[in-house]
């Protein structure tokens, strides 16, 4: 028998229609749109405005995307898992809430957080249940409301961030196509860096710490740019090396969406092209867990079956991966 490996058959997405431009944020802090663009790449993003809807309004928006495009009955799915780092409440998982909404009765579900690596993280996890054989049909969600944990005072995190969600659903392939490698990476050294301060086990939620805005994200920017270029490129670099893939060979890069320097700079050390680079950081900004598979809804025509895809992450924690993957088939 041949080896069964985890391949995408399908993808979906979802972004709130509300648009908060560039314009728009100079009007709320003191900044301007030649920094914003100089400096991230980012024109515009999306914000789910509807008082009472979380996370989960946007990762069931992306996989009934999914459902429908694949003409899919969520009956037959095994197992949903939903990356995100800002859950719709704690304890409570989005994933549940979310198989139980899309009809998916069968599934278990839960949440993975990883940061902006969360995505990247999930899709081994759920690669790993196909290649064992234990489940058929795995819906990988990536999905996060980031406006409901930024602070629109605070100019250095509010006009990098946005709201989104995307989907993919992971089936066994016997043609050596789908996931063929992964090296992901993580070190909590990095976790003060990039994190919420308040609300944890640490510093569980008081008058005082809302009043000192410890609820909201907060990153040393510089520093975590830092950090994200050179890890970036490295497990980038690192997971070409050791499945021999040259530039020519990649024929998509498919990295984290955090700012367009980081991805230029990631593109340069694997050579490549800049037409074999996806981007669309310019219409959505960061959306941690949802860049990768909002970047796969957006391209999934140009791929073709066959086709190398190199997955490439880093985020809070700190976390950080590659993945290498081959398209199982032509849209
Ligand atoms: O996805 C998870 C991982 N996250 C990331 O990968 C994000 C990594 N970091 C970054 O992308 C960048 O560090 C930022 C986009 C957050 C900031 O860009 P930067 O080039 O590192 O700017 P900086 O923080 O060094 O600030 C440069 C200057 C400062 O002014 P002074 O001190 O030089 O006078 C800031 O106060 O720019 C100022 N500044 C701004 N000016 C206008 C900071 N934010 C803004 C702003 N508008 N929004």
């Given at each position: 028998?041949?080896?069964?490996?985890?391949?995408?058959?399908?993808?979906?997405?979802?972004?709130?229609?509300?648009?908060?431009?560039?314009?728009?944020?100079?009007?709320?802090?003191?900044?301007?749109?030649?920094?914003?663009?100089?400096?991230?790449?980012?024109?515009?993003?999306?914000?789910?405005?509807?008082?009472?809807?979380?996370?989960?309004?946007?990762?069931?928006?992306?996989?009934?995307?999914?459902l429908?495009?694949?003409?899919?009955?969520?009956?037959?799915?095994?197992?949903?898992?939903?990356a995100t780092a800002t859950p719709d409440i704690l304890v409570a998982s989005t994933a549940v809430y979310t198989a139980t909404q899309i009809g998916a009765t069968n599934a278990?579900?839960?949440?993975?957080?990883?940061?902006?690596?969360?995505?990247?993280?999930?899709?081994?996890?759920?690669?790993?249940?196909?290649e064992s054989g234990r489940y058929k049909k795995v819906l990988i969600i990536g999905a996060d409301k980031m406006s409901s944990i930024i602070d629109y005072t605070d100019r250095a995190t509010?006009?990098?961030?946005?709201?989104?969600?995307?989907?993919?659903?992971?089936?066994?392939?016997?043609?050596?196509?789908?996931?063929?490698?992964?090296?992901?990476?993580s070190d909590g050294q990095g976790r003060e860096f990039l994190k919420i301060e308040a609300g944890g086990s640490i510093l569980p939620p008081s008058k005082e710490t809302v009043e000192k805005g410890q609820h909201f994200v907060h990153q040393d920017g510089k520093t975590v740019f830092k950090f994200a270029v050179s890890n970036m490129a490295d497990v980038a670099e690192k997971i070409m090396t050791r499945n021999n893939l040259s530039h020519e060979d990649v024929d998509w890069l498919v990295p984290h969406q955090a700012n367009l320097r980081i991805i230029d700079a990631t593109a340069?050390?694997?050579?490549?092209?800049?037409?074999?680079?996806?981007?669309?950081?310019?219409?959505?900004?960061n959306t941690t867990s949802a860049t990768l598979p909002l970047l796969l809804s957006d391209f999934e025509k140009q791929f073709k079956k066959g086709d190398n895809l190199v997955f490439a992450a880093f985020g809070g924690g700190f976390t950080w991966g590659s993945i290498y993957l081959k398209w199982a088939y032509n849209s």
């Open positions: 028998m041949s080896k069964i490996s985890a391949a995408i058959t399908a993808v979906g997405a979802y972004v709130p229609d509300f648009v908060l431009t560039n314009k728009l944020l100079e009007t709320m802090v003191d900044t301007n749109d030649e920094w914003i663009t100089t400096r991230t790449g980012i024109k515009e993003r999306r914000i789910l405005k509807e008082e009472g809807q979380g996370t989960s309004f946007l990762a069931i928006e992306a996989a009934k995307d999914l429908k495009k694949k003409n899919l009955d969520p009956k037959e799915i095994d197992l949903v898992i939903v278990f579900g839960y949440d993975l957080q990883a940061a902006c690596s969360s995505f990247l993280y999930a899709m081994s996890t759920g690669a790993a249940y196909i509010c006009i990098i961030f946005g709201d989104g969600a995307g989907a993919v659903l992971l089936e066994p392939n016997e043609e050596g196509l789908g996931l063929q490698d992964e090296y992901l990476r340069n050390r694997m050579k490549l092209d800049d037409s074999k680079v996806l981007k669309n950081i310019q219409r959505y900004g």
